[in-house]
């Protein structure tokens, strides 16, 4: 099965779909590519404080609407962590965004390399992994890669995302993408969809051309066997 694990898919919430309308809208687009399960991961940051409490029951409104629109797509509830609160928040607070045992945290153009393990090792406290969501777009990271092994190496996941590998933020991402898939340290593909704003038909493209380029193997590898990580020993609060 295909699992998009990084899709602002909830209604409502942040600068995802603004209601169910068009997170089904988002929905048909994603079984289109075929994907069969979302991680949907509301920002948490500043901007979007987004509560677990709220992110559940938008949650269950949505799996209500798919159901009543016979449309086969399982559920998954984390978050998209933002640098300065992966450092800052409570841990009790971070557990309740994880996802069997991941935390998905966000990378952006200038967080510096020592966060990763600041990050790693601060989640570890409680047993937790950080999934570093599209490290492509780190200057820092892209002058050290190696600093993604010792996440690794210490049982987080990198997850490269479709719109960076498709040239949505540019080549100079986009070539960071491929260096990363190619030399093994991606882990997850994920859409990073938004809906009409960031299309779900990038993860589609992505998919494809990985496949084209590295065989069907690779893609297989970023979107179905080690997305298949977050899906283990997840409560029916989160996964349905």
Known sequence: MIVDTHCHLLPGVDDGPRNIARSLELARELRDCGV???VCTPHYSRQFPVTREAAQAAARSLRSALAAESIPLTLGVA???SPTLAVSASLDELEQRSISGYVVVEVLADT????????????????????????????SVERHPEALDDVRAAGGLVQVLAAGVVGYWGEPVASFAWELIESGR??????????????????????????ERLGAGVAHNLTEKAPAQLLVGVGADSWA
């Not at 406290?125 to 969501?133: D, F, I, K, M, Y």
């Not at 991606?186 to 496949?211: C, E, I, M, N, Q």
């Open 112 to 139: 510096p390399v020592p966060f990763l393990a600041t990050v790693t090792e601060r989640l570890a406290e409680r047993a937790l992994r950080p999934v570093v969501a599209h490290p492509e777009l780190a200057r």
């Open 186 to 211: 991606a882990d997850l593909l994920g859409s990073d969809a938004h809906g009409r704003r960031r299309p779900a038909a990038y993860f589609a493209r992505a998919r494809k051309t990985v496949g």
């Open 36 to 38: 069969g399960a979302v």
């Open 79 to 81: 978050a998209e962590v």
